[in-house]
């Protein structure tokens, strides 16, 4: 029923495009793996979102306790506007416990190796639909630049191709190697 709700309201007041963050991609896909039980598909959202769910959170919390964020990736701060609707607000609460789902299910499921490969595959297509088909004021999966501030100091193809092998080097390999320390069944 969350999912439902959020899938309408989302639609609604942020439009299409918002499903190609990997959070979103995560939550969708995270649900599917709980209905199936399905050890391969929660692999491959634990890869890829685990970490920069982490950041989201320190960065919420921090806010809420401290008032500000103490990464200084002001990832959250659309959480605290007050201009934003608050039932689209308290549907983003998602980050909170979707990196909890996730290690519940590898946990319940194990790990699953192949996650690495087809997170990476699923980057190289994600991205791209992000920066060829999305609003760069957006800025969708950060495709044109850090956090909110459009890059400008290269090229905007190839800052993409950057992000892309960025991703699986800084975000997908070390999570990959942690799950399938802690994680994976023989």
């Excluded at 991609?25 to 793996?33: C, E, M, Q």
Aim: hydrophobic letters at 60%; glycine letters at 6%.
């Amino acid at each position: 029923m969350f999912v439902m709700l959020l899938l309408v309201v989302y639609g609604r007041e942020l439009g299409a495009a918002n499903f190609l963050w990997g959070s979103d991609i995560a939550l969708l896909v995270t649900l599917l793996a709980l209905w199936l039980e399905n050890r391969f598909l929660a692999s491959m959202m634990a890869v890829g979102v685990l970490l920069p769910e982490l950041f989201w959170n320190i960065d919420f919390f921090s806010h809420l306790v401290a008032g500000h964020d103490v990464l200084g990736l002001d990832a959250t701060a659309y959480m605290f506007a007050s201009d934003k609707p608050l039932l689209l607000r308290g549907l983003s609460l998602f980050h909170v416990f979707l990196p909890l789902v996730l290690l519940y299910l590898l946990m319940r499921l194990g790990y699953d190796r192949r996650a690495f490969a087809a997170q990476i595959l699923l980057c190289w297509i994600i991205l791209p639909l992000s920066y060829f088909f999305t609003d760069p004021a957006r800025n969708i999966n950060w495709v044109f630049g850090i956090m909110e501030v459009p890059q400008t100091w290269m090229p905007g193809i190839l800052y993409l191709f950057l992000l892309m092998l960025l991703f699986p080097l800084l975000v997908y390999w070390p999570t990959h190697l942690l799950l399938k320390h802690f994680f994976e069944k023989d």
